[in-house]
């Protein structure tokens, strides 16, 4: 089993910028790709970004390219996403999801392991 927790979600300004985390616990050879998916209340999860097991491949929604940035740290067991330029429209709960897939996927449903998610709000 692989537990995730997300942890720096908050509340900042239009233009602010954040970092969020997920470490991952338990039997963490099994996941390779990891990514974060945002979901608002009465939406569907969108997948904001991901990443593959070396984390030398990456692949981001349209909405967040250049603003939002993926990165792991292998030895840590931690990915991490450095949302920068925030917008209100970027309010929403923040997931990371991991996955023994082999290759970065947008889909949620290709992802078995998922963490408690975190909180991000931009005010106007």
């Known amino acids: 089993q692989v537990q995730l927790v997300e942890s720096g979600g908050g509340l900042v300004p239009a233009g602010g910028s954040l970092r969020l985390s997920c470490a991952a616990s338990?039997?963490?050879?099994?996941?390779?790709?990891m990514a974060w998916f945002r979901q608002a209340p009465g939406k569907e999860r969108e997948f904001v970004a991901g990443i593959d097991r070396s984390g030398g491949t990456t692949f981001y929604t349209d909405s967040v390219k250049g603003r939002f940035t993926i990165s792991r740290d292998i030895a840590k067991n931690t990915v991490y996403l450095q949302a920068n330029s925030l917008k209100p429209e970027d309010t929403d709960v923040y997931y990371c999801?991991?996955?023994?897939?082999?290759?970065?996927?947008?889909?949620?449903?290709?992802?078995?392991?998922w963490g408690q998610g975190t909180q991000v709000t931009v005010s106007s």
């Open positions: 999801a991991g996955g023994g897939l082999g290759y970065i996927s947008r889909f949620d449903y290709r992802y078995n392991y």
């Open positions: 338990g039997r963490t050879f099994s996941i390779s790709s």
